[in-house]
Nanobody, 127 residues
Framework: EVQLVESGGGLVQAGGSLRLSCAAS????????IGWLRQAPGKEREGVSC????????YYADSVKGRFTISRDNAKNTVYLQMNSLKPGDTAVYYC????????????????????WGQGTQVTVSS
């Protein structure tokens, strides 16, 4: 059974930092790109960042470039999202998900390019 479990969310003041973790099991972790996506109240789910399975290529939404860093530890079947300089606009539920075979540079940010999802972790940034 494929499982993705996010952790590390919480309440933080603007300018603060959080590190999200996504622990995976039940599939060949090394073979999959993993993405972080988020959904704020009343808004559509959007791609935040993604890391490829092959060469570790990373992708970021323009809104988080320079502030967020994605990484993966294949030995631990875990993907991380280090979030610095957080803003109130980053408030959302953050999900990790496995990328489908067709995921690419031009599609990584599209939610339907992801197959399996975690339950999400809430990130709240106060002003």
């Amino acid at each position: 059974e494929v499982q993705l479990v996010e952790s590390g969310g919480g309440l933080v003041q603007a300018g603060g930092s959080l590190r999200l973790s996504c622990a995976a099991s039940g599939f060949a972790f090394d073979d999959y790109s993993i993405g972080w996506l988020r959904q704020a109240p009343g808004k559509e789910r959007e791609g935040v960042s993604c890391i490829s399975s092959t060469d570790g290529t990373t992708y970021y939404a323009d809104s988080v470039k320079g502030r967020f860093t994605i990484s993966r530890d294949n030995a631990k079947n875990t993907v991380y999202l280090q979030m610095n300089s957080l803003k109130p606009g980053d408030t959302a539920v953050y999900y990790c998900a496995t990328g489908s075979a067709g995921l690419s540079r031009s599609s990584w940010y599209v939610p339907y390019m992801y197959d399996y999802w975690g339950q999400g972790t809430q990130v709240t940034v106060s002003s």
